[in-house]
């Protein structure tokens, strides 16, 4: 009975941590300037349930670079000890689409309503929800899926599309 009981145990904890995953739809691939290295290897690796492959650093560490990646996705983080906040070039705080450059990164997911449910035990600052279509958007539209808009650590907006 004792013998039996660890393997049904681990079984049914197994799922569990794939739950809590973001699961990708295809492959994808980001990198990003981020100013807390160990923040953003803990939030887009829990949440996308990524590892770490690569580090380097140059020589004087001005630089440091994180490789994370797992079942589709790969995230580049990258800190550079000279870099500055989208708030401090601008001289206030500013929304990353105010500015020229990239606005937002996405991810096609599977499942939707888990990522919000990932986003949410993560305590994400989660920016806005569309999981219904808008009444505006026709439906004849077949460009509309169900999606999320959150921000990273860094402030950086990510949203997730729900593949069909």
Known sequence: MRTRLLPT???A???????????????????????DLAASERWYGTLFGLTRVFEGAAPDSSTQVVLLAGRGVRVELVWHRTARSLAAVAGAPT????????AK??????????????????????EGTWLTRP??????????????????????????????
């Open 9 to 11: 145990l681990l079984l």
């Open 13 to 35: 904890l197994a799922p569990v941590a794939v739950r809590a995953q973001v699961e990708v739809v295809g492959p994808s691939f980001v990198a990003l300037s981020v100013p």
């Open 95 to 102: 929304a990353p689409d105010q500015v020229y450059g990239p």
């Open 105 to 126: 990164i996405g991810f096609y997911v599977r499942d939707l309503d888990r990522v919000l449910a990932q986003l949410r035990a993560q305590q994400a600052t989660i």
């Open 135 to 164: 009444p505006h958007v026709a439906a004849t539209d077949t460009l509309w899926t169900r999606n999320i808009l959150a921000r990273d650590p860094a402030g950086a907006y990510v949203q997730f599309f729900e593949a069909r």
